[in-house]
């Protein structure tokens, strides 16, 4: 099941309910902005291979929980709204959830398309009694031409986790990263704003309220290993994730948090 958007300057985007995941952005002019791999697996409770997958309440596995949280695996529930161009999508606690994280929640992801921009929002509130804290990120999946040609920009000197060698304290020494090989790393109260430069054009993407930002580049071998992308789907993705990870949020009861990315295609 998916919900469809369209702003009246002729942009639109597609939300699967599974996960309140966009799988789809095409702004006004341009053609489609996300990567969604054609071997991803769409059904209900799978783990969707590209367009925007919502992390939350743990990024990767650093935590006890499944890898990402439960999140992205959840069927949300859409609100409803006679606005064409914005929709907010609901998760509660539910038995599942409470399994395995004793938590009373409300998660709410909002999608805004206009013209050549992209805002999807997360937001949480504490429902229970108790204090809980968590991790999350918006795991964006832009869609490139070449990620040989591929740079992104606003990086240089930021402090960063690479994943690949499990190192900590890294520094970001280039101004225009290449993403050459497997990368993943986490920059750590990285700049609101990165810039992806295409062959043809780039995409800004900002952040709001998100201290952290994630990228990751299968590369060949694992593109190839992984059973839901194709082998050389690594060439056409950059996952550009805005997140907060190195402190997790903490909410007390009856507290809210929420945080944006927003993508702007520009010449
Ligand atoms: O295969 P998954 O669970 O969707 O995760 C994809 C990647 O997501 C990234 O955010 C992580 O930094 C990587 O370590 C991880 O491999």
């Given at each position: 099941?998916k919900h469809?958007?369209?702003?009246a300057?002729?942009?639109k985007?597609?939300?699967?309910l599974?996960g309140?995941?966009?799988?789809?952005?095409i702004?006004?002019?341009?053609?489609?902005?996300l990567f969604?791999s054609q071997?991803?697996?769409?059904?209900a409770g799978?783990?969707?291979?590209?367009?925007?997958?919502?992390?939350?309440?743990?990024?990767?596995?650093?935590?006890n929980?499944?890898?990402?949280?439960?999140?992205?695996n959840q069927?949300?529930?859409?609100r409803?709204?006679?606005?064409?161009d914005r929709?907010?999508?609901?998760?509660?606690?539910?038995d599942?959830t409470?399994?395995i994280?004793?938590?009373?929640?409300?998660?709410?992801?909002?999608?805004v398309?206009s013209?050549l921009a992209?805002?999807v929002?997360l937001a949480?509130t504490n429902?229970?009694?108790t204090?809980f804290?968590?991790?999350a990120a918006?795991?964006?999946?832009?869609?490139v031409?070449?990620?040989?040609?591929t740079r992104l920009?606003?990086l240089?000197g930021?402090?960063y986790?690479?994943?690949v060698?499990?190192?900590?304290?890294c520094?970001e020494?280039d101004d225009?990263c290449?993403?050459?090989?497997?990368?993943?790393?986490?920059?750590f109260?990285?700049?609101?704003?990165?810039?992806v430069?295409?062959?043809?054009?780039s995409?800004?993407?900002?952040?709001?309220g998100f201290p952290d930002a994630?990228?990751?580049n299968?590369?060949?071998?694992?593109?190839?290993?992984?059973a839901?992308?194709?082998?050389?789907?690594?060439q056409?993705m950059?996952?550009v994730?805005?997140a907060?990870?190195?402190?997790?949020v903490?909410?007390?009861?009856?507290q809210?948090?929420s945080a944006?990315?927003r993508?702007?295609?520009?010449?």
């Amino acid at each position: 099941m998916k919900h469809t958007l369209y702003s009246a300057d002729g942009a639109k985007a597609e939300i699967a309910l599974n996960g309140a995941h966009v799988t789809s952005w095409i702004p006004q002019e341009f053609g489609e902005q996300l990567f969604l791999s054609q071997q991803s697996d769409l059904k209900a409770g799978a783990s969707i291979r590209g367009g925007v997958p919502v992390i939350f309440p743990q990024f990767a596995a650093l935590g006890n929980l499944p890898k990402h949280g439960f999140a992205r695996n959840q069927l949300w529930h859409l609100r409803q709204s006679d606005q064409p161009d914005r929709a907010v999508f609901e998760l509660r606690d539910n038995d599942m959830t409470r399994a395995i994280w004793p938590h009373a929640f409300l998660a709410e992801i909002t999608v805004v398309i206009s013209g050549l921009a992209l805002e999807v929002e997360l937001a949480v509130t504490n429902t229970g009694t108790t204090p809980f804290d968590f991790t999350a990120a918006l795991h964006t999946y832009l869609r490139v031409d070449d990620i040989a040609a591929t740079r992104l920009l606003g990086l240089q000197g930021t402090t960063y986790r690479d994943s690949v060698t499990g190192t900590n304290g890294c520094v970001e020494k280039d101004d225009e990263c290449a993403i050459v090989g497997q990368v993943d790393r986490i920059y750590f109260n990285a700049s609101n704003k990165l810039t992806v430069k295409r062959n043809h054009h780039s995409v800004l993407v900002q952040s709001i309220g998100f201290p952290d930002a994630v990228v990751w580049n299968p590369g060949p071998e694992l593109s190839a290993a992984m059973a839901d992308m194709e082998p050389q789907g690594y060439q056409r993705m950059l996952c550009v994730e805005a997140a907060n990870i190195g402190n997790p949020v903490v909410l007390q009861s009856g507290q809210r948090w929420s945080a944006a990315q927003r993508l702007l295609v520009s010449k």
